[in-house]
């Protein structure tokens, strides 16, 4: 097929983005290529979108994305960190305002989504408060936007189109400060829905990216009568978000405080919310709200943040594999590994269960299978993985090595074309991991059984095997996507020659889901201002892949665009 020129076509308003390097490296290469289609995204509830895209964090969407065909690249001089679309195709973003404690202070935004142009606003009714943007959710179902604010606060509001001009609502808010939920030290990262409309809510922050240190993990369930529920888990830190299916919370942990050692250990957990009843289990028994642990694991956590780390523990999100597993990395000093744990305690044998328990406490358990990423002492991620089931038996799983990644930028006063832009000395690299599960009644002269340790485990009623598939050496450090409508992963990338001679030219690049092979890529700009200074991408919006972006210059931020002609949002699977 004939490639076009590459030229702006979206309808946007506002600045471009300019280049601060002189443009160099190819405008596109690869090929166009046709759709690919693949097993629709597994469905959770309740139905969400957030920054991993569901509330099983798959980062798939079951949207079309571009194909290489008349391939377009636009861009915008605006701030908005996080795209959310409606099940309509409405989109709901943040945009920054006024700098307060040296971050922008952000309200929730409704956009055009052809255009980006902000329709309405919505900010928290006190001042100065910083809204944990990257972790708000989007209940698909009603409209909800859920968010949090770094000073404690739970707010639920609402965003209706109905007179044909968005407006939010505020519906409800609590302070989990001021009712004593949290201590002034504690500061809420993660908020998600269940299935019976309470609240999951978690304490924690990023210490690569400059949160405070906590020596305390709080984990709590907010019920909608306001009943909150909670546990404290002392010298432990949640550092990256939470999976949610149904009733069952999946939070990871890394160590602080005492814990945060040589050698340390981090934890795993799953959670749910449930009632004990207070007096005796009879009609005329009150019920009390808990947060019950169903089990929990350790897994290594190493010696320290690894060069160009995050995250002192685990550098991932968990992420679920239809409703059979859960999936996050540890964080070995050497080489990482992935470990994938079954969601439900029933799908584990008892060689997968620690014997040596207190009775009172939550059953511990060990993965069904791991398998070392990357190479020794070159191995670590901080981006969480995209997941995808085919239907047929087999999960997957994509991981990005971030080893040695570049810092953040810092504001203002870095130079903008500086270092923080050179990704040539990531080793870099992307592995596919395969894992499949099929009923079997093993022979315990298998050496596999109850080998929990090996890359093939065994229990009573299912067999676990998990392998690499395939490998890519590409670098990334923007958490990509998955399109099933192409069977695409749609990812942001630098020139590796041109870095390495100090010039920093961008490109939006497609992956082939089951080869790994790259098909196209598109140049976006050249210079720091391109920079996706670790932010997530999107898909959607009729075919369009969206790169947001961090802090530059006054105007604190860009969204890049590069689509394809004609196309369509996908339905959704």
Request: charged share 15%.
């Amino acid at each position: 097929m004939q490639r076009s020129q590459v030229f702006a076509t979206a309808n946007t308003s506002g600045v471009p983005i300019r280049n601060s390097q002189p443009l160099a490296g190819s405008a596109f290469s690869g090929a166009a290529v046709a759709a690919k289609l693949i097993q629709p995204k597994a469905r959770f509830s309740p139905s969400a979108t957030l920054m991993h895209q569901d509330s099983g964090n798959t980062g798939s969407v079951d949207d079309h994305g571009p194909l290489g065909i008349n391939t377009t690249a636009s861009s915008l001089a605006v701030n908005l960190p996080i795209l959310l679309w409606h099940s309509d195709g409405r989109l709901t973003s943040a945009q920054a305002g006024a700098w307060h404690g040296g971050l922008p202070a952000y309200s929730l935004a409704a956009l055009d989504p052809a255009t980006l142009r902000v329709l309405s606003t919505w900010s928290p009714p006190t001042a100065n408060e910083t809204l944990n943007i990257p972790y708000m959710e989007l209940s698909l179902t009603n409209d909800i936007l859920l968010i949090t604010s770094q000073q404690g606060k739970i707010y639920v509001v609402h965003r209706s189109d109905a007179t044909g001009s968005p407006t939010f609502t505020l519906n409800r808010s609590v302070d989990l400060l001021a009712d004593g939920v949290l201590r002034p030290a504690e500061y809420i990262l993660n908020a998600m829905f269940d299935s019976s409309g309470n609240i999951w809510f978690t304490t924690g922050g990023i210490l690569g990216m400059g949160d405070p240190p906590q020596s305390t993990a709080v984990i709590g369930v907010l019920a909608s009568d306001n009943t909150i529920a909670y546990t404290r888990l002392q010298d432990q830190f949640i550092e990256n978000g939470i999976a949610l299916s149904n009733h069952s919370a999946y939070i990871v942990t890394g160590p602080s405080g005492a814990a945060n050692t040589t050698n340390a250990t981090g934890w795993m957990y799953a959670f749910t919310a449930s009632t004990l009843m207070s007096e005796s289990e009879t009609s005329s028994s009150s019920n009390e709200l808990q947060v019950r642990t169903l089990w929990q694991s350790p897994y290594p956590a190493g010696s320290r943040l690894k060069p160009g780390g995050f995250a002192r523990g685990s550098g991932t999100t968990p992420a679920l594999l239809e409703h059979l597993f859960v999936a996050v990395t540890d964080n070995s000093d050497d080489q990482i590994a992935l470990m994938i744990y079954p969601q439900q305690l029933s799908t584990f044998s008892s060689g997968n269960l620690s014997t040596n328990l207190d009775p009172n406490a939550a059953i511990q358990i060990e993965p069904v299978c791991s398998v070392p990423l990357f190479e020794p002492g070159a191995s670590a991620t901080d981006l969480g993985a995209l997941a995808h089931s085919d239907g047929k038996g087999t999960s997957s799983l994509l991981l990005m090595n971030t080893y040695n990644g570049p810092p953040l930028y810092r504001g203002v006063d870095e130079d903008l074309n500086g270092s923080w832009n050179n990704m040539s000395g990531m080793p870099g690299g992307l592995v596919r991991v395969d894992v499949s599960a099929a009923l079997s009644t093993p022979s315990t002269s298998d050496p596999a059984y109850n080998n929990s340790s090996s890359s093939t485990a065994a229990t009573s009623s299912l067999t676990t095997k998990c392998g690499v598939k395939w490998s890519n050496p590409l670098r990334m450090k923007a958490v990509p996507v998955l399109s099933t409508k192409t069977g695409l992963v749609y990812g942001y990338t630098q020139d590796e020659d041109l870095a390495k001679q100090g010039l920093w030219v961008w490109y939006g690049v497609a992956l082939d889901w089951e080869t790994g092979e790259e098909k196209w890529r598109v140049r976006t700009g050249s210079g720091g201002a391109w920079n996706d200074d670790w932010m997530a991408g999107a898909v959607g919006s009729g075919g369009t892949q969206f790169q947001v972006r961090g802090f530059v210059l006054a105007v604190s931020g860009v969204v890049e665009r590069w689509s394809r002609q004609g196309g369509g949002r996908g339905a959704e699977g």
